[in-house]
């Protein structure tokens, strides 16, 4: 007989701490028994029992193209053939540095690690290295990963479970971490005024994606960068989630605002696991083994990962004037469902930018943490529940961000407005 799903999580329980790998996958926001997948295909995933769904959750984001696209499968094959690791260089590791120093401009000089918050928690000591100071500024609701001087106030699972920070994070360490609100240029202002000489770090999401999908203010992110850029302060820009999802190239493309460093993940990988750091030439070489501050990888550059990571952004390249169907379908996804809520007479706020959306149960708008505390969770969870039950997967938690992918069509798109009319007459 299929194991049902309470019995896989039973299982998992047995051995893994909590049941789950990442905390969000235990559904404890929304309720429930999470599902257990099995395997997907181009927007489609398909649980342990078989059971088919729209996937709007696509890893967490980095499965632009779908899932198990046949020439990233193909070009995955084709390395692990050849081995899986090797902890030397290939050249792999130089043709995804080519790739994305001739995309985006303000990296001059990159190195692979394995996940975002190595890239993050790298960028962060290497700015402390490179300005000589130990202050760093973050904003409430962005995630930069889970390293302990960036787990301040931030979004994704710790927002969902209401964690304001963690233990095990030394209160000497935490006093290092300025948290400030989201879309406040002012705030950064007086921080600067006030600490400006121990300021060695700004990092921002320039995009939030994980307090739910919150846009960038006019101003806002040109005002961080004058004000660090006067003040000999770095900016990082967090680009894990936002690097090649609107545009081939990082979210500095489309505004034309160059950070001193940048953070990415995700689509770079092609699905597996993956992240880099990457930036102006003079303090990149701060790295060793030109410079001093250390950062090291058994696996960093691993050669499925880049082998991955070269076929999706290859494709990507060859697909970069599709990016706005892609767009239009999420607004269209979007418009409508707004127009089905309205007709229920439920309050939502729906934030999105290009293929990334949120709907916020609540009127908005929400332009920062505070007010996406407002929204509905309760509700949401029933919604969520609703439209797993009409095959449509959705983040379990009201603070992340849903994606379409290149392989989202029209059909997927009203069958998803069909599954949302059947949950909103069931609410």
Not at 5 to 11: I, M, V
Request: with cysteine.
């Amino acid at each position: 007989m299929t194991p049902t799903h309470e019995d896989l999580f039973a299982a998992a329980g047995l051995v893994i701490a909590g049941g789950v790998n990442s905390p969000v996958r235990a559904w404890k926001s929304v309720g429930g028994i999470p599902i257990f997948a099995s395997h997907a295909k181009g927007s489609r995933i398909y649980d342990s029992t078989g059971k088919e769904y729209i996937d709007y959750v696509l890893s967490w984001g980095p499965m632009i193209l779908g899932h198990a696209h046949p020439d990233v499968i193909a070009a995955l094959c084709q390395a692990a053939q050849k081995g899986t690791s090797f902890g030397a260089p290939t050249d792999a590791e130089t043709q995804m540095a080519q790739l994305i120093c001739e995309t985006i401009p303000s990296i001059q000089r990159i190195r692979m690690t394995s996940s975002g918050t190595e890239a993050a928690m790298t960028a962060v000591r290497l700015a402390r290295g490179y300005t000589g100071r130990n202050l760093i500024i973050k904003f409430d609701g962005c995630y930069h990963g889970h390293a302990d001087s960036l787990l301040i106030k931030a979004g994704s699972g710790v927002t969902t479970l209401g964690i304001p920070g963690s233990p095990g994070i030394p209160e000497e360490l935490a006093g290092l971490t300025l948290s400030l609100p989201y879309n406040d240029p002012g705030a950064l202002e007086k921080a600067i005024e006030r600490y400006g000489n121990q300021l060695a770090a700004v990092i921002v999401e320039p995009v939030a994606g994980n307090m739910g999908v919150v846009m960038p203010q006019e101003g806002f992110l040109k005002k961080l960068r004058e004000l660090t850029a006067e003040n000999g302060t770095v900016l990082i820009f967090d680009e894990v989630i936002t690097g090649f999802r609107f545009s081939f190239g990082g979210y500095q493309n489309l505004i034309g605002i160059e950070p001193d460093l940048t953070c990415l993940g995700k689509i770079i990988g092609g699905g597996l696991p993956v992240g880099a750091l990457g930036g102006k030439k003079e303090i990149m070489e701060r790295l060793a083994p030109t410079g001093d501050v250390y950062q090291a990888g058994t696996l960093s550059g691993n050669p499925l990962a880049m082998s991955a990571g070269i076929a999706t952004l290859n494709i990507l390249k060859s697909k970069a004037d599709s990016y706005q169907s892609q767009s239009h379908l999420a607004d269209v996804l979007c418009r409508e469902m707004k127009k089905l809520f309205s007709g229920h007479g439920i309050a939502t706020c729906i934030n999105r930018i290009f293929s990334m959306f949120t709907v916020f149960f609540q009127e908005g708008p929400v332009n920062d943490l505070n007010a996406a505390l407002k929204s509905d969770t309760g509700l949401y969870a029933r919604y969520f529940h609703g439209m797993l039950e009409n095959g449509i997967w959705l983040a379990p938690s009201q603070f992340e961000a849903g994606f379409l992918s290149f392989a989202h069509t029209a059909d997927d798109v009203d069958r998803t407005l069909d599954a949302c009319s059947k949950t909103l007459r069931d609410l």
